[in-house]
Structures are given as C-alpha cells and as structure tokens.
C-alpha cells in the first residue's frame, strides 16, 4: 500500500488498529544521501562508536527521508504459525509551515540508485506525507497558539494571495449566506488558508469539505457566534492545524507508544534518521543518543547481525544483500524450509506476492520481517536438536533471538555492533598492522592505500612521517599481507604494537632517559664534590 499526504490522515484510524493488533514491525527507509564528501573525515575502521556516531550524525542532518517502509507482521488466530503482514510505503517530505522550511541534499549516486529501481520522485516531492521532530513542533506550537504566525515560505505567499484575491472579488457580489469552494486544496494547506482568510476577512467563515475549503459569507455577530461554539473554538481549531501539520510524526509517536519489537535489516542509519527526523535533532554525545534509542524502542533486532553469526555454521552460501537473504532462506538450502512459519501478504499488499520489489521500502521492511521469522525457527530447531520443535510461536521465536536482541550492525567502525541497551562489546576486528617505510619520500596516506588496494583493503592512517598503520576486518587479508612483504626490501610489515610503536609512549621514554641521565649525572657530580 502506497500513502502519501492525500491518503495519509483517512488511513491514520487503520494504522494504528494494524499497529496495535501486531506482534512486531518490520522496518526498512530510503534517504536522499548516505555519506556526504563534504562533511568532514570519512569514516573508517579505526573509529570508535563514538567516533563513527560523530562523523555520521553530520551526514543524517544534511540529507532526509523520502521513503519509509513499515511491514506489521501479526499471527493468525487460530493458525499454526502462519502470519500476516501489513506492509505499507510512506513517502515523506518535510514539512513547509510558519517559520518551518527545512534545507536538504541529494547525493547523485543514491538519486540514481534509487531511480534503477523505480523510486516514484513525483510522489515523494508532490505528494510527500509532511513531518517533524519535536523541537520543530514547539516552535510552530508556539506561534499558532499565541497568534504570530505568519506564511513564510515565497510560494505559499504567492497562492494565498490569489486565493485571497478570489475571495476578495467574490465577496464583492455575494449575499451574506452565500457560499463558494476553493477546490484542491488538502492536508494542513487547507487548514492554513482558512486561519489566513479568518485572519484577512472579518465578515466570512471557512469550513474543510471533502472537495476543498467551502468559504461563506457571514455577519459579524454571526462570526462571532461561529468563532465562541464548542464544536469550532479558535484553539481547537489550531491544534487541528498543529496536527496535520506534524503529518507522519503522529504515526511515529503511535509506533513508539505501541513498544512493538522493531526488525531491521543494517539498521543503525534507519535509527539515525528516526531519531533525527521524528524525535530530536541528534545529540553531540553517543551515550546520550543510545539512551534515547532504547528508551524509544526497547526492543531492537537487525537481521544482518542475527545472519551474519549463524550463516557460516549453516554452510549457507556468501550472500551480501538482503533479498539473496531471504532467497537462501526461502530455498531447499534451509534445513526448516517446509516447518517453518507461512507468511502471507495482506490483501493492499497482493502485489509483493508475484512482483520483486528490491529497495522499494515496504517491500525491503516485509523482507526483514520474513528473514526474523525463518532465522528464529532455524535458532530454535538448534535448541532442541532431533527433537521435534514444540508449536511456535512468536514469544518463543523472541526467546531465542535474546542473545542479538538490541545489537544493531556497525559497517566500517573499530567495532562490528553497538549495543543499546548496555556497554559496546570490544572489538573482534583483526589486529593492526604498522608499516615502516624506506626510500619513500613524501608518501602519503592515498598513496600507501593504492599500493594494496589490489591485495587486499586496508584503511590506513599515518602515524609518523614514515610509519602508517594498516587494518583491515578480514583476519585472512590481515596474515596474507604479512607472508607477501616479508623481507620486503622498502616496506617492512609488522603487528603494532601500542608500548613499542606509539610516538606518545616514545616521547615519554625519551623525556624519562634524559631526566634519567640528568638524575644519574647530579648524583655523581654531587658526590664528587668537597
């Protein structure tokens, strides 16, 4: 089901009935850039969390969110493990109200990686659901509530003044009592022409219709009596405004009261962006933003750390994506193919039953889901070995996914996963390697890195003039390197070592062999004298 701003608040009441009726949600989210150039130091497996959380933070405050995916999977009553999933697109835009006109980039790769696989712009930029966080929301909160608010934005100025010049001529030749319609205008767009008119014209009335904004022509008192009923009070009235305004906020306060478990796939920029977008613009401290993250969503489970564990002892072939994921699991290689659960699409979603949908949202977030499902029954067949797996049911599925609950995938940082709910586990990347260079003059971090970029991928970071140290997340890559240069007549390979090879720690043994030798001299010219 694909919603955008038109279809948004009708189906509002059905989302949170299929929200609340769900075991858990299924999330996947496409954004206008991943990594700006621009944003300072890239990041790199030498970064601590905090370090990478830093370093990303600036890119998830330049670029958005144009599409949401959310997949809610609910077990059938009365079925033996069999679900159904409610899988729905969202296109998102940001919201343009009062003093709010956000600033955004597109990346061109991700435009075009998102247009090979059909990504409908038109409907993201024309019709995208309206958002914002919560410190945007108290500041147009304020301005509607106390009255200052004004229309910003140069294009919203243009079309409300030739609606205003419409209904200025018309008031002309009307008769108090008589009515006309403006057409076409929907959404919170609709409530601010009407607070623009109320405010401009003193002798009309505005009332929201299915087929636009209905403008009538009345007295003064009867104004008056309109403005003072309990069924249209002013401040009623703008907290609509404020409503509609917020747009896909409402929906996400919905998800984070509903403490669903929430399933993705390389999740942590999805969480970003969440938070980001929806709940607060991110925190400068990483310890703070986990905080938030988990108090947000309790229960968190990336399905690319649940596989990336078991696959190898599963003998699975080397997959990199998630819908070779989910085909892997969907085949004759999985052992619990024919016991596992049954999944179904809900009838809005029939098309995902016999059309691929890859990096379309909601289909990606209904792949998460699948996979959880497939991987916990394959966890819990391990537990109870030839014996035969008791009924399952989800409960038992999130028993057994306990040990990867709320660890969340970190690509190309010092550690392969963040834990939310507790310290970051250290790291289990291979051990770095230092390079000592020889008749080499001027060589540079870019440099070093070409020279092995055919070998193997290092990331690499100078140390000293002449020294750079090498790491890498494959142990294989980290020995091949090793056994190639050594002997190497100019370049000399070895592990680092911090006591050995740290510049800090030389410079404080040097400092203390020269207060050393400075202590040992005085001592000897001290005894030395008369």
Not at 63 to 79: N, P, R, V
Request: net charge neutral; hydrophobic share 40%; aromatic share 12%.
């Amino acid at each position: 089901m694909d919603v955008g701003a038109k279809e948004f608040e009708e189906s509002l009441p059905l989302l949170q009935e299929l929200l609340h009726e769900s075991d858990f949600v299924g999330l996947d989210i496409e954004f206008t850039g991943l990594r700006s150039n621009l944003s300072g130091p890239q990041i790199s497996l030498f970064d601590l969390p905090s370090e990478w959380y830093l370093k990303t933070r600036q890119s998830v405050q330049q670029f958005t969110i144009c599409q949401i995916g959310l997949s809610m999977f609910s077990a059938l009553e009365g079925e033996e493990n069999k679900y159904v999933a409610h899988s729905c697109n969202f296109f998102l835009f940001p919201t343009t109200f009062g003093i709010l006109d956000s600033e955004f980039s597109f990346q061109a790769s991700s435009v075009q990686f998102l247009n090979q696989y059909g990504f409908n712009y038109n409907k993201f930029l024309k019709n995208g659901i309206p958002y914002m966080n919560e410190e945007q929301e108290k500041k147009i909160r304020h301005d509607i509530l106390s009255g200052n608010w004004k229309v910003r934005s140069s294009l919203d100025k243009d079309q409300i003044k030739v609606v205003i010049d419409e209904v200025t001529r018309w008031l002309d030749l009307a008769k108090e009592g008589d009515w006309m319609t403006l057409p076409g205008i929907v959404g919170f767009q609709a409530y601010e022409v009407q607070l623009v008119l109320r405010q401009a014209l003193h002798n009309i009335w505005t009332v929201l219709k299915d087929d636009g904004v209905v403008v009538k022509k009345v007295s003064k008192q009867h104004r008056w009596y309109l403005q003072s009923t309990s069924c249209d009070r002013e401040s009623c009235w703008k907290e609509n405004i404020l409503l509609s305004a917020k747009g896909f906020s409402v929906f996400f306060h919905m998800l984070v009261k509903a403490q669903k478990p929430l399933v993705g796939h390389n999740m942590m920029m999805d969480l970003l962006y969440l938070h980001e977008k929806f709940f607060r613009p991110l925190p400068e401290s990483y310890d703070q933003f986990k905080q938030n993250i988990h108090s947000l969503f309790p229960v968190l489970i990336d399905t690319k750390n649940v596989t990336k564990d078991i696959w190898k002892e599963m003998n699975f072939p080397r997959v990199s994506s998630l819908s070779e994921v989910y085909e892997v699991l969907n085949s004759d290689l999985n052992p619990t193919k024919n016991s596992g659960p049954e999944i179904v699409h809900a009838i809005s979603c029939e098309k995902y039953v016999e059309t691929k949908c890859p990096h379309e949202a909601a289909y990606d977030a209904f792949l998460c889901g699948s996979v959880l499902l497939k991987v916990a029954h394959l966890l819990l067949q391990k537990v109870h070995g030839i014996d035969p797996i008791p009924e399952s049911t989800f409960p038992q599925y999130l028993d057994v996914l306990a040990p990867y609950v709320n660890q969340v995938n970190l690509i190309r940082a010092g550690v392969p996963k963040i834990n939310f709910s507790g310290p970051d586990y250290p790291s289990i990347r291979p051990p770095i390697l230092i390079l000592s260079v020889k008749r080499w003059p001027g060589v540079s971090e870019q440099q070093v890195y070409h020279k092995f970029q055919n070998l193997c991928k290092f990331d690499v970071r100078r140390l000293t003039r002449s020294q750079f140290l090498l790491l890498t997340n494959k142990f294989k890559d980290a020995r091949n390197i090793l056994k190639e240069y050594r002997g190497h007549p100019t370049l000399h390979i070895s592990l680092y070592r911090y006591w050995r090879h740290s510049p800090d720690v030389n410079c404080l043994l040097q400092v203390c062999g020269i207060m050393t030798a400075w202590a040992v001299l005085a001592f000897i010219l001290g005894r030395s004298g008369p």
